[in-house]
């Protein structure tokens, strides 16, 4: 089993910039795929970024591409998303999840184990 925390969020004037942590639990952190996923007020939460388990392979959603950048450290159990040029719209409560699966995927369901969320606003 796995357990997630994220941390990093807050607010920042757009434009700006924030690197969010997640700090895993757990022997076996190398053994899963990575994801972060986000949810706005009153929207369904929505896939951002996903990296493989060596972090040799990542993904994005478009809506972040070339902002945002997704990477791991397997020595220390975390994966970061690091988010540039932040726009309103980025505003939500950003997800990190665990898939023991081998793929890059993007699908809610596949992930196994999630964690709590940080916020992240957005000032325009």
């Known amino acids: 089993q796995v357990q997630l925390v994220e941390s990093g969020g807050g607010l920042v004037q757009a434009g700006g910039s924030l690197r969010l942590s997640c700090a895993a639990s757990?022997?076996?952190?190398?053994?899963?795929?990575m994801g972060w996923f986000r949810q706005a007020p009153g929207k369904e939460r929505e896939f951002v970024a996903a990296?493989?388990?060596?972090?040799?392979?990542?993904r994005y959603a478009d809506s972040v591409r070339g902002r945002f950048a997704i990477s791991r450290d397997n020595t220390k159990k975390t994966v970061y998303l690091h988010m540039n040029s932040l726009k309103p719209e980025d505003t939500a409560v950003y997800y990190c999840?665990?898939?023991?699966?081998?793929?890059?995927?993007?699908?809610?369901?596949?992930?196994?184990?999630w964690g709590q969320g940080t916020q992240v606003t957005v000032s325009s």
């Open positions: 757990g022997r076996t952190f190398s053994s899963y795929a």
């Open positions: 999840a665990a898939d023991s699966g081998r793929a890059v995927v993007a699908l809610e369901g596949d992930y196994d184990y």
């Open positions: 990296i493989n388990r060596s972090g040799s392979s990542t």
